[in-house]
C-alpha cells in the first residue's frame, strides 16, 4: 500500500492550488451572487492543461487518470464547488465516447473538450426519469443513415452553455436495452435551451431544460459500433466519476474548516479566543476525523477506477466514497457556520455559499439513496464480505 503522491499528481495538485487561490478565491462570492458562468475559471484550467486530465493524450489530454481529477477538484472546491463541477464536466461529457466510442468519435468529439475548445454536457435526466434511469423517454429513430431524437432532458450541468452534448436515448420502444447515446452540437437544427434553472447553490455553473425536436444526426454521432449500450453506458460513466463528485465535497470541507479555524483563532469569547472553548476544539478535530475518512474512501475509488478495477463487482466502493464525502461536506459545512455564529449565517463570509452548494452533492450524480441501494445490493449478493 502506497500513501506518497506520484510526482505527476503532486505537479496537478500544485498547479490546480494555484489557480484555486489567484484565480478562483478572489471571485468565488460574485460568481455565486451573478451566476454567471465563470469563463475566466475555464480559461485558466485550458491554459494549464486541467481540462482533459482523465482523457487520451492522443486525443490532446493528459492521461493522468481519476485520481490525478480528484486531487484537482479537491482543490478548487475549497473555494468554489462550481469549479471542481467544471473540471468534473469535461470528463462526465466525455467518458461515454471514451469507454463506448470508436477511435473516430474518441478524435472527433473528446479532443475538442480535452483541448478547451469547446464545453459538454452528460444529458441522461428527464422530467420522468430521474433516478430511475430506465423509464427514460427520449427516442433516436433510424431513418437511412440518420437518427432523428426527439424528447427533453432536464437539470443538465452546463446544458445551457454547452457547445456538445452526450444524449441518451432509446432507439427501440421502451425496452431499456436499446438506450444507446449520440453526440449532439448545440447549434443542431432542433436543439433549444429551453429554460434555466434558478438554484440554491453551484450557481456558476448553470443547468436547465434541453428540448431536442427531431433532431437529425448522423449515424457516425451514435456512441460506438452499434446500438444499445443499454444500462452500461450510463453507469460506466457515473461509476467512473462518483469519487470524483466525493473530492468535491472533500475541498468543499477543507475550505470549511480551515474558514471557520482561521475566525475561532480571532474572534474572542469568556476572555480568550474560541480556540481555548473545548466545545469548538472538539467541533474542530471532529470535521478533521471526517475529512480525513472521506479523503481516503475518494483517493481510493479513485484509484480503483484508474486500476481499472471499478466493475459491477466493485462498484459499491465507488459509491460508499461518494455517498460519505458529499454527506460529511454537508455537516462540515453546518458545523463550520455553527462555529461563526451569527456571523457564518451572514453572506459576508463564504460559509452560506458552501452550505447551499454541498445540497447539491447529495443529489447529483446518483442520490444518496440510490448509493445505499447500490451497496445494500452488494452485501445482500455477497460482493462485499468482510469474512
Ligand atoms: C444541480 C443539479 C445538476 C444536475 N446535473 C445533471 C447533469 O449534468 N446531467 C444529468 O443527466 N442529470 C443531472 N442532474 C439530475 C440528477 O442526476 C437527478 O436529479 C438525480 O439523479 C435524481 O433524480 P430526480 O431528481 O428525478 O429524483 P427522483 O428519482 O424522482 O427521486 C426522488 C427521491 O426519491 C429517492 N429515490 C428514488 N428512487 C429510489 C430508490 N429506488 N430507492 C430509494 N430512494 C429512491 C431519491 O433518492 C430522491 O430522494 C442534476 C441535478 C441537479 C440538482
Given at each position: 500500500m502506497q500513501f506518497t503522491l506520484a510526482e505527476e499528481h503532486q505537479l496537478i495538485q500544485q498547479t490546480a492550488r494555484r489557480i484555486a487561490q489567484d484565480v478562483i478565491a478572489p471571485r468565488a462570492a460574485a460568481v455565486d451572487a451573478t451566476a454567471q458562468y465563470p469563463e475566466d475559471y475555464f480559461r485558466a484550467f485550458r491554459d494549464a492543461g486541467l481540462?482533459?486530465?482523465?482523457?487520451p493524450r492522443e486525443v490532446?489530454?493528459?492521461?493522468?487518470?481519476t485520481l490525478a481529477l480528484s486531487l484537482a477538484v479537491e482543490e478548487v472546491a475549497k473555494y468554489d464547488c462550481s469549479a471542481g463541477l467544471m473540471l468534473l464536466l469535461s470528463s462526465l461529457s466525455t467518458h461515454t465516447i471514451k469507454f463506448f466510442g470508436t477511435e473516430d468519435q474518441r478524435r472527433d468529439f473528446i479532443g475538442p473538450i480535452a483541448r478547451g475548445e469547446k464545453k459538454g454536457a452528460f444529458c441522461l435526466t428527464e422530467p420522468d426519469a430521474g433516478s430511475d434511469v430506465a423509464a427514460l423517454r427520449t427516442r433516436a429513430v433510424r431513418d437511412g443513415d440518420d437518427y432523428v431524437i426527439s424528447g427533453q432532458k432536464c437539470y443538465i450541468s452546463a446544458g445551457p452553455i454547452a457547445d456538445q452534448l452526450v444524449v441518451f436515448a432509446k432507439t427501440e420502444g421502451e425496452n431499456p436495452r436499446s438506450l444507446s447515446a449520440f453526440v449532439v452540437d448545440a447549434d443542431m437544427p432542433g436543439f433549444e435551451v429551453t429554460s434555466v434553472d434558478r438554484k440554491m447553490g453551484v450557481r456558476g455553473v448553470p443547468t436547465g431544460v434541453l428540448s431536442f425536436d427531431e433532431v437529425r444526426v448522423p449515424r457516425?454521432?451514435?456512441?460506438?459500433?452499434?446500438?444499445g449500450l443499454g444500462m452500461r453506458g450510463p453507469l460506466t460513466t457515473l461509476n467512473s466519476l462518483r469519487p470524483v463528485v466525493g473530492a468535491r465535497g472533500v475541498g468543499l470541507a477543507e475550505g470549511a474548516l480551515t474558514y471557520a479555524l482561521d475566525y475561532a483563532r480571532e474572534r474572542r469569547a469568556f476572555g480568550g479566543p474560541l480556540t481555548e472553548l473545548q466545545a469548538i476544539q472538539m467541533k474542530l478535530a471532529d470535521m478533521a476525523i471526517e475529512i480525513e475518512a472521506a479523503r481516503l474512501l475518494v483517493y481510493q475509488g479513485s484509484w480503483m477506477v484508474d486500476q481499472p478495477d471499478f466493475g459491477p463487482s466493485k462498484a459499491h466502493y465507488l459509491s460508499i466514497a461518494k455517498a460519505y464525502a458529499t454527506e460529511m461536506a454537508n455537516r462540515v459545512a453546518s458545523e463550520a457556520i455553527q462555529i461563526l455564529g451569527a456571523q457564518g449565517y451572514m453572506m459576508d463570509h463564504p460559509l452560506e455559499r458552501h452550505y447551499r452548494d454541498a445540497r447539491q452533492l447529495m443529489i447529483v450524480e446518483g442520490t444518496s439513496e440510490i448509493q445505499r441501494v447500490i451497496i445494500s445490493r452488494a452485501l445482500i449478493d455477497r460482493n462485499l464480505v468482510y469474512p
Open positions: 481540462l482533459g486530465i482523465t482523457l490532446g489530454g493528459a492521461d493522468a487518470g457516425s454521432r451514435l456512441v460506438g459500433e452499434a446500438e
